[in-house]
């Protein structure tokens, strides 16, 4: 099995991160302890469909959801395809395979009040930390960033002068986020209060802990949840829903679709359609109070 020139194609060439490389590696060992317990065929490197199909279909059994079990054959078909790229095989016993149906997953952004409430009405404490997780929720909320990105966010990326920020995407794509005025405001202060930690340990990241050291991933979820636990009945309070709260709150007052396409980061319109089916609801709205055949 060819698993580590896989996974080392995946990083150096695909420049897919550690977590997403991860999954694909143990998506593929556990198919492969699938096919030597049930098939003793310790290489799977020329299996065929059928031992696939038979693989869906225990997956199936086990109450795995469509969606999970999608994934796994996706990273399955990745790592045929990366055979025949490098001449091992001729044949991906994947490529006429059809993804399983799920249901479409369905985000409830914030709404325009709750969003209001928590940058306006929570009274943040008025040490370093109160002021760092004001200043976290309003960037993730006016530039889109993911939480990936927001934690990776140098201090030489805001740029003052152009009132812009550099962002630093998935597979080190960069793009360019226009800055709001009062963005400027709450950086220059946070950036002012964060001179005075005793320690600064990673100094080049925007975003610390008051021990000075760059965030990490659970505390921003955490945070996250802990501010708008106070102002939202939702269930789902992640900084993922932030990053979709923007891209509708901006279609929803008329952006253009290409438009915030670059502002996330996406590569196709695809990704950011996902993002429509609330603007859609408002337009329907629009339409049906502004329309002289409205009320009929």
Not at 121 to 129: L, V, W
Not at 144 to 151: C, L, N, T, W
Not at 262 to 273: C, F, V, W
Not at 278 to 296: F, W, Y
Request: glycine residues 2%; hydrophobic residues 40%.
């Amino acid at each position: 099995m060819f698993l580590t020139e896989f996974i080392s194609y995946l990083t150096l060439e695909k420049n897919y991160s550690k977590h997403t490389t991860k999954a694909y590696e143990n998506d593929i060992l556990e198919f492969s302890a699938f096919c030597l317990s049930n098939y003793d065929i310790s290489d799977i490197d020329t299996v065929e469909y059928s031992v696939v199909r038979f693989w869906i279909v225990d997956l199936s059994e086990r109450k795995i959801n469509n969606r999970s079990i999608n994934r796994k054959i996706a990273s399955l078909k990745a790592y045929f395809k990366f055979l025949q790229k490098i001449e091992v095989t001729e044949i991906n016993p994947l490529s006429k395979h059809r993804a399983l149906k799920t249901a479409k997953k369905v985000e409830i952004p914030f709404s325009e009040v709750e969003m209001e409430n928590v940058l306006s009405q929570i009274e943040y404490t008025e040490d370093f930390e109160g002021i760092r997780d004001e200043l976290l929720i309003h960037v993730l909320y006016v530039t889109g960033m993911r939480r990936a990105e927001v934690i990776a966010l140098k201090v030489s990326d805001v740029d003052f002068e152009t009132m812009t920020i550099k962002v630093l995407g998935k597979r080190n794509k960069e793009r360019i986020v226009p800055m709001l005025a009062e963005t400027k405001e709450k950086f220059t202060q946070y950036l002012l209060d964060r001179k005075r930690l005793n320690v600064v340990v990673d100094d080049k990241f925007m975003f610390l802990t008051k021990s000075g050291n760059k965030l990490y991933e659970t505390l921003v979820y955490r945070l996250i949840k802990k501010y708008f636990r106070e102002v939202s009945s939702k269930v789902k309070t992640s900084p993922h829903i932030l990053r979709h709260t923007f891209a509708t709150h901006l279609l929803n007052k008329g952006a253009d679709l290409n438009a915030v396409k670059e502002l996330l980061g996406h590569s196709s319109l695809a990704s950011t359609q996902v993002y429509t089916h609330n603007s859609i609801a408002e337009l329907k709205k629009v339409h049906a109070k502004a329309h002289p055949r409205g009320n009929k």
